[in-house]
């Protein structure tokens, strides 16, 4: 008989223990699965993060680029240029109109369609996303090209809790200038003379050859006391830059009018700047024209 209870001691600790065994064998691979769901999500998200984040370079730089394009237009359609132009970048990003008026190409690019986009992206891998505290500002980086950048704090959150995302995102993009033409030459002559483009000169010395054609291929050159390309888009053509560019005016190209005897720095000719020590440069059609300090810049021909 006490043989038989031993046993039967004996039968239910090991029926324990194995039944424990059994819980615990559940409760691991329970959670070694919760674990893989868990990192499988995170590198999901870490995925859409990666993307958005290379995306919104592009997104940007497309939203940059038209901005710029209608801020030209805007001043070809007015006559007149920008006030502001980090505020009309502004108010093309956030609300889809220049200067209060919509336009149907600038509604495609605002954050509201930004936003609904990365939205949407997120919903297809069962996700939500959220933009906060957005900003975007337009500068210019150096002579030939302009950086917007594009700042948000950014939150991802997989629609069951197991993962998210909280982070702020920087993005920044250049545009170059080249693709766009000079307002001043547009303005300063009523529209009576087709602009240039902002195309860099292919001489970094010059002597009287080199010198015209630089002149009649339009070309631009770095000029720190000239204005930039932004400071051309709001007509401050006595603004000095660290990014400043200047081209020689061809006065053959414009109307009789608007010609001057003025020194040939576009800046110069079509504002009220005078500089001194303007003379003819010899050689050269009568209408070459340059003053001490940018003769010294362009060859330091001879009067």
Request: aromatic letters at 12%; glycine letters at 4%; hydrophobic letters at 40%.
């Amino acid at each position: 008989m006490e043989m038989m209870n031993k046993r039967g001691i004996f039968f239910l600790m090991l029926t324990l223990i194995i039944i424990s065994l059994f819980m615990l064998s559940i409760t691991f691979f329970s959670d070694m699965a919760l674990w893989q769901s868990v990192q499988k999500r995170v590198k999901t998200l870490n995925s859409f993060v990666s993307f958005t984040e290379e995306d919104l370079s592009r997104q940007i730089f497309i939203t940059g680029y038209r901005a710029i394009f209608y801020m030209e237009k805007e001043i070809v359609d007015t006559g007149d240029y920008l006030n502001d132009t980090d505020a009309l970048m502004n108010e093309i990003f956030f609300n889809g109109t220049i200067n209060g008026r919509s336009e149907p190409l600038l509604q495609a690019i605002t954050f509201s369609k930004l936003e609904q986009l990365i939205s949407e992206r997120a919903a297809a891998i069962s996700a939500t996303s959220d933009f906060s505290n957005p900003s975007i500002n337009i500068t210019q980086e150096d002579s030939w090209n302009v950086k917007v950048i594009f700042t948000v704090d950014f939150f991802l959150e997989d629609r069951n809790g197991l993962a998210s995302w909280n982070k702020t995102l920087v993005t920044e993009t250049l545009i170059a200038i080249s693709n766009f033409t000079d307002p001043v030459y547009f303005v300063e002559t009523a529209g009576n003379t087709e602009p240039p483009t902002f195309t860099r000169t292919p001489y970094s010395g010059f002597d009287s050859s080199n010198l015209s054609a630089h002149i009649t291929g339009r070309y631009y050159r770095e000029h720190s006391d000239a204005p930039s390309f932004l400071d051309r888009l709001e007509g401050n053509l006595l603004a000095t830059s660290p990014y400043g560019i200047e081209s020689l005016v061809y006065v053959n190209d414009i109307p009789v009018p608007y010609r001057t005897g003025k020194s040939l720095e576009d800046h110069v000719y079509f504002s009220s700047a005078s500089l001194s020590g303007t003379c003819h440069l010899a050689g050269m059609d009568p209408w070459v024209r340059l003053d001490n300090i940018h003769r010294a810049y362009y060859g330091d021909l001879a009067c």
